[in-house]
T-cell receptor, first 108, second 114 residues
Framework: DAKTTQPNSMESNEEEPVHLPCNHSTISGTDYIHWYRQLPSQGPEYVIHGLTSNVNNRMASLAIAEDRKSSTLILHRATLRDAAVYYCIWDSWGKLQFGAGTQVVVTP | GAVVSQHPSWVICKSGTSVKIECRSLDFQATTMFWYRQFPKQSLMLMATSNEGSKATYEQGVEKDKFLINHASLTLSTLTVTSAHPEDSSFYIC??????????FGQGTRLTVV
C-alpha cells in the first residue's frame, strides 16, 4: 500500500496560513507526491503535486523535504471555502491510494 | 482544468437489480480510469483500474463479477453494480488520467439500495 501519515484534523482562523504536514517515509525516488481535497458529497479536487522541488500554484504551495520522506501543503490565507478533507497521496504506478486525510476546519 | 463527468449523480434502486454508472472525460482522452468507493466518514477505497480496450484490474477483495467495468473508448468507462444489495450503498467516484500524472475526478454517484 502507498501509505501516508497525516494528522486527523487541523483548525485555522480565516485569513491565516495553514500548514498541513504529511509523512511518506516509504516513497520511492520516482513517485510524485499529490495533494487533493474533498468537500462533502463531492469528488476529490486536485490541489498540487510535486517530485523534488517546492511547487507553487494559485491554490497552494508544496514544500518537499530534501529526503522526500515528508512534505507540507501550505494554504497561504485560509478561507471558509478551504474547509475540506485534504489528502496527501503518493503515486504508485498511476494508482492513487488514499489515506485518512486531514480535516481542515476554518473559523471565521 | 480537465473535466470528468459522472452520471447519474445519485440513484436509488431495489435490492437485486443492477445499476450502471458512467464516467466520461469531456475534454481529454483518458487512457486509464480508476473507480473508487467511499463509505460515510471514510476515505476513498480504490476498487479497480480500467484501461481502454482491456480487462480491468481489480484490487484485492473486490468482486469482479459483482462490479463489472467496461472501458469501451478513451472517453468512457462504466461501472455496473450487479444484483445490488443494501450493503453496496455507497458513494462511487471515478477518476481519469491522460498523458500527465494528474488525475481528474468525477463528482461522484450516490447509490442507495433499498
Amino acid at each position: 500500500d502507498a501509505k501516508t501519515t497525516q494528522p486527523n484534523s487541523m483548525e485555522s482562523n480565516e485569513e491565516e496560513p495553514v500548514h498541513l504536514p504529511c509523512n511518506h517515509s516509504t516513497i520511492s525516488g520516482t513517485d510524485y507526491i499529490h495533494w487533493y481535497r474533498q468537500l462533502p458529497s463531492q469528488g476529490p479536487e486536485y490541489v498540487i503535486h510535486g517530485l523534488t522541488s517546492n511547487v507553487n500554484n494559485r491554490m497552494a504551495s508544496l514544500a518537499i523535504a530534501e529526503d522526500r520522506k515528508s512534505s507540507t501543503l501550505i494554504l497561504h490565507r485560509a478561507t471558509l471555502r478551504d474547509a475540506a478533507v485534504y489528502y496527501c497521496i503518493w503515486d504508485s504506478w498511476g494508482k492513487l491510494q488514499f489515506g485518512a486525510g486531514t480535516q481542515v476546519v476554518v473559523t471565521p | 482544468g480537465a473535466v470528468v463527468s459522472q452520471h447519474p449523480s445519485w440513484v436509488i434502486c431495489k435490492s437485486g437489480t443492477s445499476v450502471k454508472i458512467e464516467c466520461r472525460s469531456l475534454d481529454f482522452q483518458a487512457t486509464t480510469m480508476f473507480w473508487y468507493r467511499q463509505f460515510p466518514k471514510q476515505s476513498l477505497m480504490l476498487m479497480a483500474t480500467s484501461n481502454e480496450g482491456s480487462k480491468a484490474t481489480y484490487e484485492q477483495g473486490v468482486e469482479k463479477d459483482k462490479f463489472l467495468i467496461n472501458h469501451a473508448s478513451l472517453t468512457l468507462s462504466t461501472l455496473t453494480v450487479t444484483s445490488a444489495h443494501p450493503e453496496d450503498s455507497s458513494f462511487y467516484i471515478c477518476s481519469a488520467q491522460g498523458d500527465s500524472s494528474e488525475a481528474f475526478f468525477g463528482q461522484g454517484t450516490r447509490l442507495t439500495v433499498v
